[in-house]
């Protein structure tokens, strides 16, 4: 990058880590009124801060609350009395702690979308209870009513280290069975992707009849069945659902 561009057409934290996960080296320079900003990157590391004369994580705090200015990649260059060698992701939720809250724009389950880069963060003792409830994969809307967790789960979402997790949705025909009661049962491999989407077997699923129903009913597998999904007669009748019908099946 050698040409100047604006921060008003950029998200500046995303801008470093474009360049921290290309491995760059060298001094990302934003040119402001008020003094220049520098941010020293090699490798994966960010090993020096500066605006004007503020170091540390401060100076970027200084920067992210006003972003604007004309910046420059200058490839290469180290600086020769760093202050910093950490890790961008300890760096920027530390810094997230300075700036407004931003609102989340999903409230159910979130998985990780690097495990790798969570395992190089110096998690505290909340914070792991936090990840652990979302490996548990409770839904963000119940998790937000704890401050802590909704502030924690805004920054992974600002740093791009959770994202929404999606479950597959299969197209299955109704078949009736006598077999089971209670429980529809759908073939043992779509409970097996649906179990590692998940990380745990289903217990219900979501069945939406092409009437725009949804109906919530428990779940086991069962070999050999395809694109069908066996209901015993009592749930049919409790449904409206029919032998034929094609339905949306999801985890519940």
Same mark, same amino acid.
């Given at each position: 990058?050698? &040409?100047?561009?604006? %921060?008003?057409?950029?998200?500046?934290?995303?801008?470093?880590?474009?360049? /921290? @996960?290309?491995?760059?080296?060298?001094?990302? +320079?934003?040119?402001?009124? $008020?003094?220049?900003?520098?941010?020293?990157? @090699?490798?994966?590391?960010?090993?020096?801060?500066?605006?004007?004369?503020?170091?540390?994580?401060?100076? %970027?705090?200084?920067?992210?609350?006003?972003?604007?200015?004309?910046?420059?990649? !200058?490839?290469?260059?180290?600086?020769?009395?760093?202050?910093?060698?950490?890790?961008?992701?300890?760096?920027?939720?530390?810094?997230?702690?300075?700036?407004? @809250?931003?609102?989340?724009?999903?409230?159910?389950?979130? &998985?990780?979308?690097?495990?790798?880069?969570?395992?190089?963060?110096?998690?505290?003792?909340?914070?792991?209870?936090?990840?652990?409830?979302?490996?548990?994969?409770?839904?963000?809307?119940?998790?937000?009513?704890?401050? !802590?967790?909704?502030?924690?789960?805004? =920054?992974?979402?600002?740093?791009?280290?959770?994202?929404?997790?999606?479950?597959?949705?299969?197209?299955?025909?109704?078949?009736?069975?006598?077999?089971?009661?209670?429980?529809?049962?759908?073939? $043992? %491999?779509?409970?097996?992707?649906? =179990?590692?989407?998940?990380?745990?077997?289903?217990? +219900?699923?979501?069945?939406?009849? $092409? !009437?725009? %129903?949804?109906? +919530?009913?428990?779940?086991?597998?069962?070999?050999?069945? /395809?694109?069908?999904?066996?209901?015993?007669? @009592?749930?049919?009748?409790?449904?409206?659902?029919?032998?034929?019908?094609?339905?949306?099946?999801?985890?519940?």
């Amino acid at each position: 990058m050698t &040409k100047t561009a604006n %921060l008003e057409t950029f998200d500046f934290l995303q801008l470093l880590y474009l360049l /921290s @996960e290309q491995g760059r080296t060298g001094a990302l +320079t934003v040119q402001r009124a $008020d003094g220049p900003f520098q941010a020293f990157l @090699e490798g994966h590391r960010v090993r020096h801060l500066q605006f004007a004369a503020q170091t540390g994580i401060p100076a %970027l705090i200084r920067l992210l609350l006003d972003p604007h200015g004309g910046f420059r990649f !200058d490839e290469g260059v180290v600086h020769p009395n760093p202050l910093l060698n950490v890790n961008l992701d300890d760096v920027a939720l530390e810094a997230l702690d300075a700036l407004p @809250e931003v609102p989340l724009p999903f409230g159910g389950p979130v &998985k990780l979308t690097s495990p790798e880069r969570a395992a190089r963060i110096r998690w505290g003792l909340k914070d792991q209870a936090i990840l652990k409830q979302i490996e548990l994969q409770r839904p963000v809307s119940l998790l937000s009513q704890d401050p !802590d967790a909704r502030r924690l789960l805004q =920054k992974l979402h600002q740093i791009r280290l959770i994202a929404p997790r999606k479950s597959r949705v299969a197209r299955l025909s109704v078949a009736v069975t006598r077999e089971v009661q209670g429980v529809v049962v759908v073939d $043992d %491999l779509i409970l097996k992707r649906w =179990k590692e989407d998940m990380l745990r077997p289903p217990q +219900t699923v979501a069945v939406r009849a $092409d !009437d725009g %129903l949804v109906h +919530t009913l428990s779940v086991r597998g069962g070999p050999n069945l /395809s694109n069908t999904l066996l209901v015993p007669a @009592e749930l049919l009748m409790r449904t409206g659902l029919r032998a034929g019908d094609s339905v949306l099946v999801r985890p519940a």
